[in-house]
């Protein structure tokens, strides 16, 4: 059974955005108070091992209390080849409370080889539907480029944000992570050049510096605040800069996987909440 419901048409209805990509922030972010000016969202790969339809994902988000959801396309994807409607999903998060701040994909175009660049675009365009810019902005979606600590074109904070610049678009926005902006070896006070504008959502997590950049891989992100990375600084520049979207726990550490995925979800919203009072207190 296939759905009857393109994942254009699902991203437009519950307000989601597509490949890797952002919509303006949902009226918790727009109403921020002073000691919690960022909205929480749960990112799916924090709750991934426990083998969860990503229906289940989004009520485990609700139940844990956050009001933000960012599923990957590969679990929309599973979802209607397993026979689910998008139609219905989008109901269900949308009754749940959540609005869906973004969702993951990654189609292979940043290569030197226009075959496979070619190919790549093709699939963006069929999965995504969002070539460019101008398309995705048509479509309702705001194109984001996440800045990939391992990727030789885009680890660095100042590359992402030269490719959303050189595309000319006012809407072009980009992804930093706590984790990729330490693997990918950028500075994190670059992070105060930036307008708050410029970001379209924020990966939380934290890791132990005892893990070199070279080193460090995703299974070694923790809880916010179990680490030592630099969270309050960035918590303060975020605020300073004005950005007053979401932090969004986006963890893939296979020892939380094997926890009960509500526990993990909880403890990871509570961590959140707990840095930013600390940060900015």
């Known amino acids: 059974m296939k759905s009857h419901l393109s994942r254009r048409d699902w991203i437009l209805s519950t307000s989601a955005a597509a490949g890797v990509a952002a919509l303006p922030v949902s009226a918790e972010a727009a109403e921020p ?150 693997k990918g070896g950028s500075e994190f006070k670059g992070l105060g050049l930036l307008n708050g504008n410029l970001i379209g959502i924020f990966h939380m997590n934290d890791y132990s510096d005892t893990f070199t950049r070279e080193k460090i891989v995703d299974a070694n992100r923790v809880y916010p605040g179990d680490g030592n990375g630099p969270l309050k600084q960035t918590i303060r520049t975020l605020r300073d800069i004005g950005y007053k979207g979401m932090l969004s726990l986006e963890l893939f550490n296979p020892e939380y996987w094997k926890q009960d995925s509500l526990l993990v979800a909880k403890t990871g919203l509570e961590k959140m909440r707990a840095v930013v009072k600390a940060s900015l207190s």
């Open 33 to 182: 108070s002073k000691m919690e000016p960022f909205g929480y969202c749960l990112n799916t790969s924090t709750i991934r091992g426990q083998g969860l339809p990503v229906d289940q994902k989004a009520e485990v988000a609700a139940k844990a209390g956050f009001k933000g959801f960012e599923p990957w396309i590969r679990e929309l994807d599973e979802y209607v080849t397993k026979g689910g409607s998008l139609k219905d999903l989008g109901k269900k998060i949308a009754d749940l409370g959540l609005s869906v701040e973004s969702a993951i994909g990654f189609a292979e175009w940043i290569v030197d080889d226009d075959d496979r660049r070619r190919k790549a675009l093709e699939t963006a365009n069929r999965d995504m539907e969002m070539v460019l810019a101008e398309v995705g902005a048509k479509a309702g979606i705001i194109p984001q480029v996440e800045l990939w600590g391992f990727s030789k074109p885009l680890h660095k904070l100042g590359e992402v944000v030269f490719v959303a610049m050189e595309s000319a678009h006012p809407q072009a926005c980009i992804l930093p992570d706590i984790y990729h902006i330490y």
